[in-house]
């Protein structure tokens, strides 16, 4: 009397293209880093030296290790010095991140969100130095972000991407929504992703050690007396799973449960 589900919260495959998107806000002038300018002089310096180095192959690997150190330990000096993990917490939950801590969050609207290829606006009242005071300004630059990643084109063939583009309302609803990122996109069937790379100027970056990625579609397989063989289940989400799986078992559904029964 066993039913049996088999499920994944998510699909996956390959990971063609990481999307600098720190790098694509920051040139349009969405997102800005504290002590961008000394950074990017400091990067500037180690290119040129790398280039000098370069030409002596000898002293390059004499002193590479060396020059390694040095700037590691400079940007740690410059760049480490930064709000609160507490802070962070009590802006995006419990998820933290390196990349957040070096956000100049009073003169940047929005930045990549905790969810995979997710754009936060940094508004007022919900961000503790949030800019974005109207919700006018909001769609303003949600529109914006929206026409830029749509007019990205593919690095090496320079086509238009295929970029679908949702906004929160489109996808959420409750009392929460508020927490959720203001935009999604699925940029190449997921194939493409958003990625924190901000020591270049690029919009794009070929993987190198990670080769797959995540997908929006991943698998259902049921077994048991109470379930059709050979029946294809069609438009299943994932939040029918636990509808499903109290009807099975003859417990009553919640009414404001999410999810449909997988009749």
Known sequence: QTSVFIMSDHGFGPLEQKVAIANILRQNKLLTLKNASLKRNLIAMLNKIRGILNRNFLLYRKVKL???????????????????????????????????????????LASKGISDNSVYLNL??????????????????????IDIIKNLRDPETKRKLRVEAYKKEGIYSGPYIGNAPELFFEIEDGSYHFFNIEDEEE??????????IHTKYGILIGYGNNLKKTETIQNAQIIDLTPTILYLLGVPIPKNLDGKVLK
């Open 124 to 145: 007022a009242g919900r961000n503790p130095e949030g800019i974005i005071t109207t919700e006018t300004k909001r769609s303003e630059v949600s529109d914006k972000i």
């Open 203 to 212: 919009f794009f970056e070929k993987p190198i050690k990670l080769s797959g």
């Open 66 to 108: 060396l020059i390694k150190t040095v700037f590691e330990k400079m940007m740690k000096i410059f760049f480490n010095k930064t709000i609160s993990k507490k802070q962070i917490e009590n802006r995006f939950g419990k998820a933290t991140s390196d990349y957040w801590q070096k956000i100049n969050w009073k003169e940047t």
